[in-house]
């Protein structure tokens, strides 16, 4: 290679000048001076380097764009300098393309030594001229005269000037008459002449050896060619489908104008008692907006894929409501069923999402901004976040492997239709796969959709999770409500020979949502009705939410296979109980606990206030509560899990204040003067009542035979329990009330029963063989657990009321900080039991400070309790009674007999 210096010349964005070409551009009139010296100080016309630049850049910081590596030397022929009336004209520049030179270093020499930018200036700089080239192969030049020319036959039978078209009939004859020896300069030619996309040129230009130069614009002509031709067809059928519809449209015009004029002659005797244009002006609206309508559905109805059953139903629907008198019934009842099935997003349609994770994907901040959405949205659930990134994270490499096969999969089309391209019997398949390249590039893979189940107390953000999730993932969101639904035809629709029939609550929602990939809320599913005389809408659900067949869900209405695979759907429930087995197993279960008092003033406020002072027209500048207010209303009038009584008893207060501030404002004529902002704890009594709950309940009294249990209630919220026991004159009975079920009766017969067995341990009895309720005058047990008309059950009371016995029959008493759970066997043991995490906030809303757990649910404490309430609790887990009652009621403070032989046992 030969090396020279050169002036740079900076071709604007996407300016490219290849070899053999001629064109003027305008340019900085700084760079205008400058070729106007080099013409001056030459005796020739001057030669400067034409490099392009690469990227747009900006006009504040044009110092950001780059320049290319290559460029071509180009001989000035021209320079046009502004005239004296109007200097704000550019300078305007004729070059003519000679040959390519690669500019060294030209990214970092000329950045750093040109000031002002080399946008602006045209320094000198060190290029190289490639080497002689070498004439092509007889194989290149062949299949390069094969795809211009095949190119040029299809522009020039499209061209509309007459001249355009002459100018490509020169070119294709030049391509016969041309020699090997020509070929990479013909290649440079048509290149340059004709309109091909900025990278395409750019690769051309930085390609210096004539045979991959000349493979490189064989495989550029056959792209342009392919694509050229596609266009065409699509256009021809474009044309062909407007002439139907216009021929149509103008005969549809004429018996419109010969019904008007029918009309009118009838009506001629009492026109002139009419207004102008009031006889027939709004029929006509009505005839033309029935044409319309008309035509909108058979146009939607040939936007459907042909040999889709969808299509298929609507054609031989559209039969037969050609067929069918306008004024029957009939014809109503096809043309709503037509007008459901053209509103359904079927898979031909652009319905699929346009995710944030395109746009973000190769940024990589689509998770980080779905984790910033969710924590905006909601304070704690880090469990449910958790999963629902793992979700989002899947997606995110479903795309990049979709993308990395699709341009794959376009590698080896080009590929192939280069190697076709040389033979003209092969013409027909390359243009199949080009087109079966473009459909497969329509065609979305989509990710199939979880079925989340989020289970919890009311209150606690189950509804609006799902929103804050299709927010993240930039799809619309559908709530169905399924709470009392009873009938099955709710969920798959009535089929059509009801009268009023219509589609189900799922093809509502994908109709309303208008995509394929929506996120459905399934709100209250714990709630539907099961089988009846209506059918089992329970059951029709499992179609729904199955992965393995509700890609083929049939509503009974549609009658058409419906794919809800891409749907999200998410389920909510108060609890499991309800939900049939089948059900749930289609489902993810997330459990969302109660909130902790901490989280619940950080959902105050973040949310909460603000959110009331909306709603009640007040500012946050006129409003301010205090931390101790705030945590009194949480602790002393709320002990729900969720924070919707805490959302009501923080809208009583705003509204209280805003009563004030309007008073304040009437009378004053100033809303600023006398009105107090700040709310304070001891104003809260005369705002919102008396508190539910007294402060001093923890400081009670110790009662013996009275112990605390932990129980979860039946809207899934967590509590307390008190388990009371009494001894009266009786004959040695037991008595169980409070609405028990028979799982906890017979959890009060067996811990009577350890308590009689180990009577003589526990120092109750002198002997093995007496009974303890039967020592003096006999006595019956009565075990009590209050609120009576609440019904109860669950296999959890077992450990409380064997300390509850033990606590009366031997006097000692349970603090009352202390709550417990667990069920206890016959031999002693404790067994773990369910709920603990709803039992642990629960005995934390009740200021317990010490709760007894089986050992058994130890890992689920770790786990699923926050790290501030396993710091403020103190946390016993026990394997035996005698574990229990020791945690219960102190060590050593009851009197046992140990070593002692059982002699019960070893007489059985």
Known sequence: MTSSKLPILALPYPVILLPTIRFTLSVHSDVGEAILSLIEESDTLPVVAAVPITTPGTDDSPQDSALAEWGTAARVLRLVKPTSRNLNQPYLV??????????????SELSSESSPPWTNSLPLHQVEYPPTEKDPSRESVDKFKYAATRLLDGLAKDAFPPAKRDNYLKMAAMLQDMTDHMASWMADVLMGSLN??????????????????????TEIFVKQASIFEVRKKVATAVDESLSKQQKEFFLRQQLAAIQRELSALRRSSTASRE???????????????????????????????????????????????????????????IRSYLEWLTSMPWPNTNTFSSLPIEAQNKQGS???NAREQLDADHFGLDKVKRRLIEYLAVIRLKHMNAEREREEEQDKMVAKAIDQATAPENKGEVESVVLQRQQQQQARKGVKGPILLFVGPPGTGKTSLGQSIAKVLGRPFQRISLGGVRDEAEIRGHRRTYVASGPGLIVQALRKAGRQDPVVLLDEIDKVGHSNFHGDPAAALLEVLDPEQNHTFNDHYINVPIDLSHVLFICTANTLETISAPLLDRCEVIQLSGYTYDEKMHIARRFLISKQLKANGLDEDQFAITEPALLHIATRYTREAGVRSLERAIGAVVRCKAVEWAEDFDSTNDGKKQYKKVVEEHE??????????????????????????????????????????????????????????EVIKESGELALSWVKSHAYELCVTDSRSQDPLNVGEPVDIHIHLPAGAQKKDGPSAGVAMVCALVSLLTGACVPTSIAMTGEVTLRGRVTPVGGIKEKVLGAHRAHMTTVILPWGN???????????????????FVRTVEDALEAAFGKNNLMWRRGCTVMLESRL
């Open 196 to 217: 091909g996309e900025h990278a395409d040129k750019l690769a051309m230009l930085s390609t210096a050896e004539s045979e991959a130069r000349l493979r490189l614009a």
């Open 684 to 741: 809260l009594e005369k705002m919102i009542g008396i508190a539910r709950w007294d402060g001093d309940e923890t400081e009670r009294e110790q009662r013996r035979g009275l112990v605390y249990g932990l129980v979860v209630m039946g809207q899934g919220e967590g509590g307390i329990l008190p388990v009371e026991t009494i001894a009266m004159p009786g004959s040695g009975k037991l008595k169980l009330t409070g609405s028990l079920g």
């Open 858 to 876: 130890r890992k689920e404490v770790e786990h699923e309790v926050g790290l501030e309430i396993r710091n403020e609790m103190q946390f016993v």
């Open 275 to 333: 207004k102008p244009g009031d006889s027939s002006s709004d029929l006509n609206d009505d005839d033309q907006s029935e044409v319309d309508d008309m035509a909108e559905l058979k146009r939607k109805i040939e936007a459907m894929s042909h040999g889709s059953e969808e299509r298929k139903m609507g054609v031989r629907e559209w039969k037969r409501l050609k067929h069918i008198p306008q004024g029957s019934v009939e014809h109503s009842v």
């Open 366 to 368: 689509f998770l980080a």
């Open 94 to 107: 004729s070059l003519h393309g000679l040959t390519r030179v690669k500019v060294l270093d030209a990214t």
